[in-house]
């Protein structure tokens, strides 16, 4: 994250404070399986297939599979950074499009699929060399980074460089609080407010594409 901009540091704490608002909808409303957290559902159905069966490994690897469809997804319409705009833009699209399907059919998987694809689709805006430097939406490589950074901050080679990681973990924590208060609202309601939010930062990316300056 060190060669993240401040720009571009504050979009992504906002995308992870969204990320995990988000998370913890899909969380309260499949009853224990996560939208962007796919250690999380790994082990889950590793866990019931031994428990309860193979049949009820079928939601939590389709959510890791989706995750997968909405990075390969992302990556192909951002064009590795060139286009962020759009893949956050198409990330609005399908959380609002799961907002409306929890009205339509609340008991259909497909809703939560649309969730996953979105979550994985954010984490393409910050790629190099095959890689994403930013964690957006998960907090396993963002607490590496924070540890890696407090080993320097001992040594003495960085007093500075455990603040960025902290912050992005801070902003998943606390996007994760507000979205289970939202809940309270309706899952589809608040699904809404996180597709207008997303839709909101899509329009100023385009609008500070011409921008010398990006994030």
């Keep these: 994250m060190r060669d993240v901009t401040r720009r571009g540091l504050l979009l992504s ?21 996560f ?13 019931e297939v031994i428990a ?10 389709s959510l890791v599979a989706a995750f997968v469809v909405g990075v390969t997804a992302g990556a192909l319409i951002g064009r590795h950074g060139q286009q962020r705009a ?15 399907l ?8 497909w809703r939560f699929l649309l969730l996953a694809a979105a979550m994985g689709a954010l984490n393409t805006l910050y790629l190099s060399e095959g890689r994403a430097r930013v964690a957006i939406t998960y907090a396993t490589g963002t607490l590496v980074s924070l540890g890696l950074a407090l080993a320097a901050l001992v040594t003495g080679r960085s007093r500075t460089a455990w603040q960025r990681p902290l912050l992005l973990w801070g902003a998943l924590a606390g996007g994760a609080v507000v979205g ?14 996180a597709a ?10 385009a609008a500070c594409r011409a921008s010398p300056a990006r994030p």
């Design 102 to 109: 929890s009205f339509l059919l609340p008991d259909g998987p």
């Design 35 to 47: 939208v962007s957290f796919m250690s999380g559902n790994s082990t889950q159905a590793g866990v």
């Design 180 to 193: 289970a208060a939202a809940h309270r609202l309706g899952g589809g309601v608040a699904l809404l407010i």
């Design 13 to 33: 704490l906002l995308l992870g404070g969204i990320a995990g608002y988000v998370d913890a909808i899909g969380f309260i409303e499949t009853g224990g399986l």
């Design 52 to 61: 309860q069966g193979a049949g009820v490994v079928f939601l939590p690897l």
């Design 86 to 100: 759009w893949a956050v833009a198409a990330s609005a699209a399908a959380v609002a499009l799961s907002a409306g």
């Design 196 to 205: 207008v939010v997303l839709g909101a930062v899509a329009i100023a990316l």
